[in-house]
């Protein structure tokens, strides 16, 4: 049974009086606000949603938005009244029991972890375009070793590094739009506005590509949680969560779905470049932009390498928090200068793992992998609700005061955000693309879920 208190040990008791700093400042945890929803499934892989779903890719992402404004309100509601480094798995632990927040959070650290080579590869095919007859792994090696380094020093280096990267990217979505609104009101120079032509056939391949789009849109999302994890390392971890959530909405809408909107409505759907150089640089191509795809191509580097660099510290921090809550191998825990330097190290190894398998065994263990944490960000989703509708009831009991945000109508939009994603599980259950994503992370969920029970069952006869 959990209890109405965290398992967590209180940052002035950990490690013998060590604990996380708080070097992060209010700036850099606003700019991993702004930024963290930008990522290079944005730039890139949206193209195949568009594919499929043609200009109704833009309800799949205000459908998928929608679920992820609720999904960030319960996590933001719970990380403001209980800051915390294990975020979402603390969370699980405290409203379900320590074996939910052990499958939540070591779930999420192998995504993370195969994420943070997954983005490394990326960046390295980006630079060895530009430099042909460079050794990609060198590209990779060089990316680990710069944001390893980065990671194992003070928290502040990650902050300064994600707050100009979001700024980066920031920039070069806010000019996109503003050139793309221009473009569509006909008063860009050399452009004719194409009016809602390319409108006409808006759900090209009916209800199935609008099924199709909105999966990938789902996954595009995933980052939003790393600022409530950073929260935690912030001056004011409190008011932190709350200005994140309480700015997730506009910056959900005018970033993804207005992007959306304006790729569809200046080029058609159909049109193969949308897939084969990504819908930002077709568009800016289209628009007869000089230099876009160069352009594009530092923009989605800069992603890359800002995701490798939030998915180490993400990683680090929720392996940390775990085996600070005595679910884990214990030099983990180790702190050095209020870093968790090991288990920076650790989940760095683990990603670099994941490159080399990309290269010894690309046919097998490799895909068998990127199965495995295809539906991980779902899961995590649904540990996150149950949560919340737990854990929002004992608040109000004990400490209502804590409530800093609030979860909309509560708990019936919870409700609501639990039956959109097991909508999702049914939708993927149904698809022969993405079948074996679910049952490859059911099956390791459900494996971390038991060995979690086990560990409990195991400490509790201590």
Same mark, same amino acid.
């Given at each position: 049974?959990?209890?109405?208190?965290?398992?967590?040990?209180?940052?002035?008791?950990?490690?013998?009086?060590?604990?996380?700093?708080?070097?992060?400042?209010?700036?850099?945890?606003?700019?991993?606000?702004?930024?963290?929803?930008?990522?290079?499934?944005?730039?890139?892989?949206?193209?195949?949603?568009?594919?499929?779903?043609?200009?109704?890719?833009?309800?799949?992402?205000?459908?998928?938005?929608?679920?992820?404004?609720?999904?960030?309100?319960?996590?933001?509601?719970?990380?403001?009244?209980?800051?915390?480094?294990?975020?979402?798995?603390?969370?699980?632990?405290?409203?379900?029991?320590?074996?939910?927040?052990?499958?939540?959070?070591?779930?999420?650290?192998?995504?993370?972890?195969?994420?943070?080579?997954?983005?490394?590869?990326?960046?390295?095919?980006?630079?060895?375009?530009?430099? /042909?007859?460079?050794? !990609?792994?060198?590209? =990779?090696? #060089?990316?680990?070793? *710069? +944001?390893?380094?980065?990671? @194992?020093?003070? %928290?502040?280096?990650?902050?300064?590094?994600?707050?100009?990267?979001?700024?980066?990217?920031?920039?070069?979505?806010?000019?996109?739009?503003?050139?793309?609104?221009?473009?569509?009101?006909?008063?860009?120079?050399?452009?004719?506005?194409?009016?809602?032509?390319?409108?006409?056939?808006?759900? /090209?391949?009916?209800? !199935?590509?609008?099924? =199709?789009? #909105?999966?990938?849109? *789902? +996954?595009?999302?995933?980052? @939003?949680?790393? %600022?409530?994890?950073?929260?935690?390392?912030?001056?004011?971890?409190?008011?932190?969560?709350?200005?994140?959530?309480?700015?997730?909405?506009?910056?959900?809408?005018?970033?993804?779905?207005?992007?959306?909107?304006?790729?569809?409505?200046?080029?058609?759907?159909?049109?193969?470049?949308?897939?084969?150089?990504?819908?930002?640089?077709?568009?800016?191509?289209?628009?007869?932009?000089?230099?876009?795809?160069?352009?594009?191509?530092? %923009?989605?580097?800069?992603?890359?390498?800002?995701?490798?660099?939030?998915?180490?510290?993400?990683?680090?921090?929720?392996?940390?928090?775990?085996?600070?809550?005595?679910?884990?191998?214990?030099?983990?825990?180790?702190?050095?200068?209020?870093?968790?330097?090991?288990?920076?190290?650790?989940?760095?190894?683990?990603?670099?793992?994941?490159?080399?398998?990309?290269?010894?065994?690309?046919?097998?263990?490799?895909?068998?992998?990127?199965?495995?944490?295809?539906?991980?960000?779902?899961?995590?989703?649904?540990?996150?609700?149950?949560?919340?509708?737990?854990?929002?009831?004992?608040?109000?009991?004990?400490?209502?005061?804590?409530?800093?945000?609030?979860?909309?109508?509560?708990?019936?939009?919870?409700?609501?955000?639990?039956?959109?994603?097991?909508?999702?599980?049914?939708?993927?259950?149904?698809?022969?693309?993405?079948?074996?994503?679910?049952?490859?992370?059911?099956?390791?969920?459900?494996?971390?879920?038991?060995?979690?029970?086990?560990?409990?069952?195991?400490?509790?006869?201590?």
């Amino acid at each position: 049974m959990p209890s109405s208190t965290t398992t967590e040990t209180p940052p002035q008791q950990r490690d013998g009086g060590a604990s996380l700093s708080h070097g992060l400042k209010q700036r850099h945890l606003s700019m991993i606000a702004l930024g963290g929803v930008i990522g290079a499934g944005l730039f890139v892989g949206s193209g195949a949603g568009i594919a499929a779903a043609g200009p109704s890719i833009v309800i799949a992402y205000t459908l998928s938005g929608l679920l992820v404004m609720l999904v960030m309100r319960m996590l933001g509601e719970m990380s403001a009244a209980y800051p915390s480094s294990g975020s979402f798995s603390a969370h699980a632990e405290r409203a379900i029991g320590p074996w939910a927040g052990f499958a939540a959070g070591w779930s999420f650290w192998v995504l993370l972890c195969t994420a943070v080579g997954l983005e490394g590869i990326g960046a390295a095919k980006i630079v060895q375009g530009w430099l /042909p007859g460079t050794p !990609q792994w060198m590209w =990779v090696a #060089l990316f680990m070793v *710069v +944001f390893c380094g980065a990671n @194992l020093t003070a %928290v502040k280096n990650f902050g300064e590094f994600e707050f100009w990267f979001a700024a980066l990217k920031v920039g070069a979505i806010s000019l996109f739009l503003i050139l793309g609104v221009l473009a569509i009101a006909g008063v860009l120079p050399g452009t004719h506005s194409p009016g809602a032509a390319n409108l006409n056939d808006f759900m /090209p391949h009916g209800n !199935q590509g609008l099924l =199709v789009g #909105l999966l990938a849109s *789902v +996954f595009a999302y995933g980052g @939003l949680e790393t %600022v409530t994890i950073a929260a935690a390392e912030s001056e004011n971890p409190v008011k932190g969560v709350a200005s994140a959530v309480r700015t997730a909405m506009w910056r959900i809408a005018l970033f993804y779905i207005g992007s959306m909107a304006v790729v569809v409505t200046l080029v058609p759907w159909d049109s193969e470049e949308v897939v084969a150089k990504g819908p930002y640089v077709a568009t800016l191509d289209h628009l007869g932009i000089p230099g876009a795809g160069q352009l594009m191509n530092v %923009v989605v580097l800069v992603a890359l390498l800002s995701a490798m660099n939030a998915n180490i510290y993400g990683s680090s921090r929720i392996a940390y928090s775990l085996v600070e809550r005595g679910q884990g191998p214990k030099a983990l825990v180790k702190l050095s200068g209020g870093v968790p330097r090991i288990a920076v190290l650790t989940s760095c190894f683990f990603g670099f793992v994941c490159v080399l398998l990309s290269y010894w065994r690309p046919n097998d263990v490799f895909p068998w992998l990127l199965n495995m944490i295809g539906a991980v960000i779902l899961v995590v989703w649904i540990f996150i609700a149950v949560s919340q509708l737990l854990l929002r009831r004992r608040i109000e009991r004990e400490a209502p005061e804590k409530l800093v945000v609030r979860m909309w109508a509560f708990p019936w939009l919870t409700w609501v955000a639990l039956a959109g994603m097991v909508a999702i599980f049914v939708l993927m259950a149904r698809e022969p693309g993405t079948r074996v994503q679910l049952y490859s992370t059911g099956g390791m969920t459900v494996f971390l879920a038991v060995v979690g029970y086990l560990w409990q069952r195991a400490r509790a006869r201590r």
